[in-house]
């Protein structure tokens, strides 16, 4: 196997990161690439604001999410779990016993490349791993590289060096980008959930209300809740809530908010879910003590409220996205259906589904919930009665 190995502080890790860390693994056709947050050096005074070791790993696994490998991206905590200084060199070994039969590449910006020969140990770095190092601006000349790579193969004839310009790469200095984020700027530059992450954890100076996000801040950390594989539904029901908001006549921007954090807890496992209901004191049936389809709606619902303010129309909306109820308002029935029928869903019906709730809204619901009724028939799964509510108290009305 070709292995890349990617170490940095990524305080926090940004567009330029992401970027890197693609091209890298495409043009040295890497079988994995390895992430690698480094510790810091016990004795260094940290600026206020400044992330947590586990913080920075958790930064550091939303933003290479966004890098398109999927399994084949990796971040791991051995440097940030060593006590004292951690040396490229020691973590290079460590990977080494690990991986004894593969070849290791080292992945590196331009001013590291450049200062390589100060590092602790070269010799031995060299001797475990080859060199990938990239220019992350245009202005890092193939000229500037050669002299370096030169001068590392006359010093250690054994080296393996592969240098490369990544073309569109983000020049993103972290440090520059730090300032900027303290100064409520450059969100931009980094990946939504990880910029959500940083304003929902007030890291870097930055200083969110919570309970009063604009939209566009609303965005990034209810994505930042998120597993990455659930991003495109959550902005896929987003996008069908507003529509179906404005078709009706629901107010659309409670519609984006109910929509964005509809499923913020669903990530969580049980028993996070259960603690979360405990300190939310959210009253949960036996049904959803045991299911986390079922559970999450109501556990999204109390963090909803606690964490993120939002009105009792809002919280009702994801309180009841999953088995619905009888009577719904009509944010509820938006939320219910736009979370069945969003652009990403694809199952036998779904089209004539969205007719419906295009058509007349309470059609389109009578006919969800007798499809989620009927597929649960189906696998003898037992029927949340609020469900088998909704559904009679809507064929009462129409009959
Ligand atoms: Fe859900
Ligand atoms: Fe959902």
Redesign the pocket.
Known sequence: MKIGVYGGAFNPPHLGHITAARAVSGLLKLDKLLIIPTGHPPHKILPPGSPTPEQRLEMTRLAMEQTGLGDKAEVLDLELRREGSSYTADTLACLKEKYPEDELWLLMGTDMFLTFHTWHEPERILASAGIAAFGRTEADTEELFSIQRDFLCRRHPQARIFTLSIPGVVDVSSTELRERLARGEGGGLLAPAVYGYILREKLYGTAADLKNLPLEQLRPVALSCLNHRRIP?VLG?EQEAVRLAERWGADADKARRAALL??CTKKLNLPEQLALAERFQVPLDEMERREIKLLHAKTGAGVAEAVFGTDGEITDAIRWHTTGRGNMTLLEKVIYLA?YIEPNRDFPGVEELRRACYEDLDAGLLLGLEMTIGEMEGRNAPIHPKTLEARDALKGQRE
Do not use: A, K, M, V
């Open positions: 539904h029901t509809h499923d979370d």
